[in-house]
């Protein structure tokens, strides 16, 4: 059993929209129900005692879980829908309870009058935190199935500040096992629009809480996802500093694979022509600045007949590739909406910083992608560098050799 309060400016709105081709008016109190015409008529005549109000209407849409379809009779729907009013303080006043029947999920909405029978306001002050205490009352009075986790949640269907919320948990949820410091974790929610604060303690300074905040809502950690509570991300990125000390106890680190399948045009460390066609340097500016250029009369690389292309670099801008649409064009591949260069790359086993498409938030995401061959199926991710030099790899296996050569003694002197 899911709820939401909203406050609305419109009772024609809300009404004509609750009563779709698909809905069936379970109860009206106060309201002439006859037609959608005298029901919107007769919240507009209460309403209009109380004309400074500016949103009397208030409307509450309850889902419940597929689990208790077949206990979602309507008197059982009305029951609900009644006992969630009283223990919202929803009373007193005019309200129509409707069943849709347009979705998997049994749902009703109840539209109210935040104006009562004595034209007096019904509060919704701190009706979210009363909505989920009334929820899990309900759910645990008559053995309601709890969400089994947010991510079966449809966020299209979200408003704020439900959208919100649901927004900062999948973000969240995302790049939290590749953290390992505070640092780490609130540059990078900052990098895509998310903003993090640590309330502190006023005797200490001491750190006790974080909050998220993104299009001007906010939630506690705690309030998103308990996982995300300070101490709990705390205990997050100690975990995962563990975990990588222990991979790299048990395997060396070593270099990505040498990138198969289709070969680069070019393999020069300055890359001045591609295919018999000299590059111009505002043509080498915009590859090496992560651009892309198109080239006409290319040379095949069997020498038979020329082509036209669109051209772009590797991350290391050492080797280029060729492409016959726009790489900056997005393409479906894997689990990521990502860039057609990006998905090239990845093919032909190189290691990239890839653009993709980041769901709910409106804007995009970097992590690193890349097959280790060109057979898997799927590709690795990770949102830290994964690569390793060839110095770092040196030192590594220089120290590693230090540690395993047997420590000499030395003779003992002798006395006398």
């Avoid at 029901?39 to 400074?52: D, L, N, P, T, Y």
């Avoid at 038979?304 to 393409?331: H, Q, R, T, V, W």
Wanted: aromatic share 10%.
């Amino acid at each position: 059993m899911i709820a939401k309060n909203i406050k609305g400016k419109s009772f024609k709105g809300c009404v004509q929209y609750v009563m779709n081709e698909t809905a069936e008016l379970l109860e009206a109190e106060g309201v002439w129900a006859d037609t959608t015409k005298n029901m919107i008529r007769s919240f507009a005549m209460q309403r209009s005692g109380r004309k400074e109000i500016k949103q009397p209407v208030g409307h509450i849409p309850i889902s419940f879980a597929p689990e208790d379809k077949e206990r979602m009779t309507n008197d059982f729907m009305i029951q609900l829908a009644k006992e969630y009013m009283q223990e919202m303080g929803i009373k007193d006043t005019q309200y129509i309870i409707i069943r849709h029947h347009n979705t998997d999920n049994e749902h009703l909405h109840i539209v109210y009058n935040r104006i009562n029978n004595n034209l007096k306001l019904i509060s919704v002050n701190n009706d979210y935190k009363r909505n989920v205490k009334t929820c899990k009352k309900l759910k645990d009075k008559y053995n309601l199935t709890y969400g089994k986790g947010k991510d079966r949640v449809k966020r299209e269907k979200l408003n704020n500040p439900d959208r919100v919320k649901y927004l900062l948990y999948d973000v969240i949820k995302a790049i939290l096992p590749h953290c390992t410091s505070e640092k780490e974790f609130q540059g990078y929610l900052q990098s895509k629009g998310v903003n993090v604060e640590f309330k502190r303690r006023r005797t200490t300074g001491e750190i006790e809480g974080i909050s998220f905040s993104y299009d001007n809502v906010s939630f506690k950690g705690s309030q998103i996802d308990r996982k995300f509570s300070y101490g709990n991300l705390q205990k997050s990125f100690k975990e995962n500093i563990e975990l990588l000390q222990q991979q790299a106890s048990r395997e060396p680190q070593r270099e990505m694979p040498a990138p198969k399948g289709q070969q680069p045009i070019e393999n020069k460390p300055k890359i001045r022509s591609i295919g018999g066609v000299k590059l111009t340097p505002e043509q080498w500016q915009t590859l090496e600045e992560g651009g892309f250029i198109h080239l006409e009369d290319i040379n095949k690389s069997d020498g038979k007949g020329k082509f036209s292309s669109y051209i772009f670099l590797n991350d290391e801008k050492d080797k280029a590739f060729s492409c016959k649409d726009n790489p900056n064009g997005f393409i479906k591949y894997g689990k990521y909406e990502m860039r057609i260069r990006d998905k090239i790359l990845i093919e032909n086993g190189y290691v990239t910083k890839a653009k993709v498409k980041w769901y709910g938030i409106g804007t995009f995401a970097y992590p690193y992608l890349w097959k280790e061959n060109k057979e898997d199926i799927k590709y690795k991710e990770s949102w830290g560098e994964p690569r390793i030099t060839k110095i770092e790899k040196e030192n590594k296996q220089e120290k590693q050799s230090l540690s395993q050569q047997p420590i000499r003694k030395r003779p003992r002197p002798k006395i006398g």
